[in-house]
């Protein structure tokens, strides 16, 4: 990875994330606790067992990695992002595998804006049952510090 300082939060994931460019790194059941990166690095959430807290500098981007089976009608929605923190860049979708009905990730990526504090507030539902409770329901505690 050469001088670039990666630390993720890993719980219980299956698979690989690529880091520092093409390097890919293999994640088989690991469990671990850490929060900051150097250079231009996202900070990546693998799993929806990760929630917590983490920290940023203005200007670093977030990663938000979580698994959704989408052939069964459920996905995750941003519920509520809680101020001016961070601000939402993108959202994609990475397929788990190629055979039909495989889960996928759907990927948040944020920009952390300005100092303070914001819970993005993540829901897992089906859409179309919007009186329903979701599934899932997890909130990731974002402090962002000036530069």
């Given at each position: ?31 671990a ?13 693998l ?21 959704a ?52 507030t ?7 049952l ?7 329901l ?10």
């Open positions: 990875m050469g001088n670039a300082l990666l630390r993720l939060t890993l719980c219980a994931a299956v698979g690989a994330v690529t880091v520092a460019g093409s390097e890919r790194v293999s994640v088989v059941a690991v469990t606790w850490a929060q900051t990166v150097t250079k231009d690095q996202a900070v990546i959430v799993d929806e067992s990760s929630s917590g807290s983490v920290g940023l500098a203005v200007g670093r981007r977030l990663e938000i990695r979580l698994k089976q989408l052939g069964a009608g459920f996905s995750w929605n941003l519920d509520g992002s809680g101020g001016t923190a961070v601000k939402l860049l993108g959202e994609r979708l990475d397929p788990l595998g190629t055979a039909e009905g495989s889960p996928s990730v759907q990927v948040f990526t944020f920009e952390a804006a300005a100092p303070g504090e914001a819970h993005l993540f829901a897992y539902r089906r859409p179309w919007k009186t329903q409770p979701p599934a899932k997890l909130t990731f505690i974002v402090r962002v510090a000036a530069k």
